[in-house]
């Protein structure tokens, strides 16, 4: 792991155990401490650190903004913001520049973490929730506070409720993100962007984190259409702006939105409009008919 970090960083450490050894322990908690705002905060994990293949992140955004990059993908996080950062991955996170963020974060690993992420279903790379998971954080921080006194066996009861805490709300601001207006609004916007290009069912679910069959109960909920009947109807919408504008032949258009073929994208635009391509086409053409 590399961190860029300016003089004004002030990183607060709650808590510091690094012996790799104790990996495979039922739960190891490497680090957890508190960074405040810097505007050059940055972190890279690689695949060349050590801990690479074990060391899960659980961070939370009290003020500001940042942003994590992996896999090609950014994750936008401010002020409410829950974020985890699976084992085995690359990621990149670093404050905005204008409103750095403050956080709360643990790094973990263990046997207890990993069953927790295989039994939560948190197998993706980045995750972030909106919710505020401040009073779990500030009670891990007070625990590992505590194994300073103690030792940290005498904390371990207490911290796996705390972690079984934490994952439970997890659970449930997924299901509200399920369920909400707003994840339904994020995957439209992503429909509409990605017409003119293959659009999988089961990738776009696993693009949001979330099963097909919740896909289709947040559509039918929304729309009360399946995501395929919505895909459908915007190719269909979008094909009737193209015919009027006759720029494109209809296989052309048939093409650019990826049926099949001209017979394929005839077939289907009859069925959802009632006409032919063509006979739409001339019925809206400009100009007397």
Sequence with gaps: MQTRKSHFVRDEYIFTNINPDRQHDLIYVE???????DPEYC?????????????????????????????????????????????GIEPVYYADSDTP??????????EFMQLMT???????????????????MRKLHAILAGARARSFEACVPELLHALIDLFEQIRAARLLRADGEQLYADICRKIERELCFPLSIDQLAD??????????????KN????????ILGRKIALSQQLLVRNLHSIAEIAAVLQFTDARHFARTFRAQTGVSPAAYRFAHAPGDK
């Design 31 to 37: 680090q957890a401490g508190i960074t405040h705002p």
């Design 43 to 87: 972190i890279v994990r690689t695949r060349e650190h050590r801990t690479y293949t074990y060391l899960y992140v659980l961070e939370y955004v009290v003020e500001g903004k940042g942003y994590i990059v992996c896999d090609g993908k950014t994750y936008p996080v401010q002020a409410g913001d829950f974020y985890f950062l699976n084992c």
């Design 101 to 110: 963020f403050r956080k709360l974060w643990v790094n973990i690993a263990g």
């Design 118 to 136: 295989a039994s939560y279903q948190l197998t993706m790379p980045v995750l972030v929730c909106h919710f505020d998971a401040e009073p779990c």
């Design 207 to 220: 693009d949001f984190y979330i099963s097909r069959s919740t896909l289709y109960r947040l559509f039918m």
């Design 223 to 230: 729309c009360g259409l399946s995501p395929k009947q919505y």
